[in-house]
Each structure stands twice: as structure tokens, then as C-alpha cells.
């Protein structure tokens, strides 16, 4: 599935985007398991994602949402250019997840690598938010008011 390579790539970008050493630790380590679940679908009953994966994504979001402020409002991508790569990458993770669920109809499909990508993209945007916080980068709500008053 192409969009495996495609998220790698983005998440390559946004290591080389002068972000953190700790994040950027993490999503090389999440390089490497995308590595891995590509070798799942090419390999039929090849297991490698397991629930401990699952569960370092999950301290992960919590880690990083305690800094965060509550989320009110419906944010729009954007902000820093890290941000706005995590912004993108959780894009290319929630399309990969949608074609994963077609692909899991046909064919065997390790269940912990679907909840890695679920909990992969939730990742992605609670990073873009933190990256946004790091860098400077103002969130920017969506605006319900403005569709009234525009084209």
C-alpha cells in the first residue's frame, strides 16, 4: 500500500523540519514500524505490530496532550511548518487506515497494526499542536460564522 511509503516519507520531512530531538526520536521509531507493517502485507500472517506498540502511541498522546490546552473548537492545519507536516501526515495515516479497513475485508490483517494506525493518527494531530506550541505556530480555529460571510 503506497501510502505507507507516503507517510514515511512526510514523517522524514518533518524530522528534518528542526523539531525536537525527543519527537524526532519517536517518529523514526515509527519509520521503522511502518517498515514493519509493510512487511505484514507482504508477508500474509506475518505478526510484528504488537499491543505493546499500540500502548507506546497511547502514553505518547498522553504525554504530550497534558501540555496541551483543551480543545474547544475544531482546529484548521496549519501554524508552524512542522506543524503543518504533522498536520499532513495524520492526513496520509487516516487514508492509509480507511484503505487498510478495505484491505483487511480480502485479505488477513494483524488487528494491532489497525489500532496502530488509529492511534497513529491521533498522534500526529496532538504532535501538530505540541510542534505549533514549540515553534510559535498559532492555532487557527475553524470559524463557523465566516462560511456565512464568504464565497
Same mark, same amino acid.
Given at each position: 500500500?503506497?501510502?505507507?511509503?507516503?507517510?514515511?516519507?512526510?514523517?522524514?520531512?518533518?524530522?528534518?523540519?528542526?523539531?525536537?530531538?525527543?519527537?524526532?526520536? %519517536?517518529?523514526?521509531?515509527?519509520?521503522?514500524?511502518?517498515?514493519?507493517?509493510? /512487511?505484514?502485507?507482504?508477508?500474509?500472517?506475518?505478526?510484528?505490530?504488537? +499491543?505493546?506498540?499500540?500502548?507506546?502511541?497511547?502514553?505518547?498522546?498522553?504525554? %504530550?496532550? /497534558?501540555?496541551?490546552?483543551?480543545?474547544?473548537?475544531?482546529?484548521? +492545519? $496549519?501554524?508552524?511548518?512542522?506543524?503543518?507536516?504533522?498536520?499532513? /501526515?495524520?492526513?496520509?495515516?487516516?487514508?492509509?487506515?480507511?484503505?487498510? *479497513?478495505?484491505?483487511?475485508?480480502?485479505?488477513?490483517?494483524? +488487528?494491532?497494526?489497525?489500532? %496502530?494506525?488509529?492511534?497513529?493518527?491521533?498522534?500526529?494531530? *496532538?504532535?501538530?499542536?505540541?510542534?505549533?506550541?514549540? #515553534?510559535? $505556530? #498559532?492555532?487557527?480555529?475553524?470559524?463557523?460564522?465566516?462560511? #456565512?460571510?464568504?464565497?
Amino acid at each position: 500500500i503506497g501510502d505507507i511509503d507516503e507517510l514515511n516519507s512526510l514523517l522524514g520531512v518533518l524530522i528534518a523540519s528542526r523539531i525536537s530531538e525527543d519527537i524526532a526520536g %519517536y517518529l523514526l521509531n515509527i519509520q521503522h514500524r511502518l517498515f514493519d507493517i509493510g /512487511a505484514e502485507i507482504s508477508i500474509p500472517g506475518n505478526a510484528l505490530t504488537q +499491543p505493546a506498540h499500540v500502548i507506546r502511541l497511547e502514553e505518547l498522546i498522553d504525554t %504530550y496532550n /497534558a501540555e496541551l490546552q483543551h480543545l474547544e473548537e475544531f482546529i484548521l +492545519p $496549519g501554524g508552524s511548518m512542522p506543524a503543518a507536516l504533522s498536520h499532513l /501526515a495524520r492526513t496520509v495515516c487516516r487514508r492509509l487506515e480507511r484503505h487498510l *479497513v478495505a484491505f483487511a475485508r480480502t485479505e488477513y490483517l494483524n +488487528p494491532h497494526t489497525m489500532s %496502530y494506525i488509529n492511534r497513529l493518527s491521533d498522534l500526529l494531530f *496532538v504532535l501538530a499542536r505540541s510542534l505549533n506550541q514549540q #515553534k510559535g $505556530g #498559532k492555532e487557527v480555529y475553524w470559524d463557523k460564522a465566516r462560511l #456565512k460571510n464568504s464565497a
